[in-house]
């Protein structure tokens, strides 16, 4: 009954043009106690003050009166605040479905926590060879303890999150069957361009050509096929290989001159910084002019990220999937139906 109702709020709020933050990314702090090779926003380095827990708690409470259903926690690394449980907590009382986006590193030490979320994803890039490359060092075996921890210790809903890279281009079918092994549906992500040790946004020196991305998505989409846990519709796959751009363009701004799908980041679903600006997407952090949720007003804020929101198409994946998710793509809508997916 509650999905019914949530998919009539958002077909009235496409009638009457009045948006709500269906889904919200959360990014509590920048902090982060790994520094992946790919980072895009170099979150270990970000000076940006921590969002306190008393901010927190009442962006908690705003979301929660603007309609919020669910809330992703972000980080840099969320699991380093020691009062996440007290705003998991506060979430969970207003009943929104809560999440984390997690390295995994801590997930052991904070199980107690992880039981009370709805779901965890978290990152692991392949095999032990090609996690490694692109996260760190041993990495591999920590991350995998915490799968396991999830699994064995919780009833939390569990995902792996893995960004494809020249590093583990060969290890997609592998890290099919660990998702398959620890029955946690793998999402893929190309890697966006990034800022570089200079700030300047520009392409990783770890993105594959666009050729290779192509054939990797033909590789995710035959174990797809195959009965292998990936969690992304095969609307999004096949869209994503029309991308008409061989080059790392992630965005494009205008009206597009190919048939894509339109982007809702501001309208159904944003991003809040450490700052307590509303983003319409990570990717815009820092880019657009942004209000504060806090200072300017929770809906005047999001009303804002909105407008300034300058992107028609962008060939993220994971923003795409929630794009055919709220332009009521027949797929995702039955995946959701089915409970496979965290979003409407």
């Not at 380095?45 to 969002?51: L, N």
């Not at 290779?212 to 609307?235: F, M, W």
């Not at 597009?256 to 997407?281: E, N, Q, V």
Request: charged residues 25%; positive net charge; hydrophobic residues 35%.
């Amino acid at each position: 009954m509650k999905k019914i109702k949530d998919a009539l709020r958002v077909v009235t709020a496409h009638i009457t043009k009045r948006y709500f933050p269906y889904y919200a990314n959360l990014i509590l702090n920048n902090s982060c106690n790994m520094k992946c090779a790919y980072c895009y926003k170099r979150f270990y380095s970000r000076k940006t003050a921590v969002m306190n827990t008393d901010e927190a708690l009442t962006v908690v409470d705003n979301l929660a009166k603007a309609g919020t259903r669910q809330i992703c926690i972000l980080g840099g690394e969320p699991l380093l605040r020691d009062d996440l449980g007290r705003i998991v907590a506060a979430i969970k009382k207003r009943g929104i479905r809560c999440g984390i986006n997690t390295n995994g590193i801590l997930v052991k030490d904070k199980i107690a926590l992880i039981k009370d979320l709805d779901y965890v994803h978290i990152s692991l890039d392949g095999g032990k060879e090609a996690n490694d490359l692109n996260r760190g060092r041993g990495t591999y075996d920590k991350i995998v303890e915490a799968l396991e921890a999830v699994v064995n210790r919780t009833g939390t809903s569990l995902g792996i999150a893995c960004t494809l890279t020249k590093n583990n281009l060969a290890s997609i079918e592998e890290l099919a069957h660990i998702a398959q092994r620890y029955k946690a549906p793998v999402s893929f992500f190309i890697l966006m361009s990034q800022e570089n040790e200079q700030g300047v946004m520009a392409t990783s020196p770890l993105a594959p050509a666009w050729p290779e991305y192509l054939a990797a998505i033909d590789t995710i989409v035959r174990l797809k096929k195959s009965g292998l846990p990936i969690r992304s519709s095969y609307t999004l796959f096949d869209l994503t290989k029309k991308w008409p751009y061989q080059t790392r363009q992630d965005t494009v701004f205008g009206k597009p001159s190919f048939k894509w799908i339109r982007c809702y980041a501001g309208k159904f679903y944003c991003t809040i910084d450490t700052d307590s600006r509303i983003y319409p997407c990570p990717r815009l952090i820092g880019g657009v002019d942004a209000l504060s949720s806090l200072e300017d007003g929770f809906q005047n804020a999001f009303q804002h990220a909105g407008k300034k929101n300058p992107c028609t198409a962008c060939n993220i994946m994971c923003y795409n999937e929630l794009n055919l998710s709220f332009g009521l793509n027949p797929e995702t809508l039955a995946r959701y139906a089915m409970k496979r997916g965290h979003t409407l």
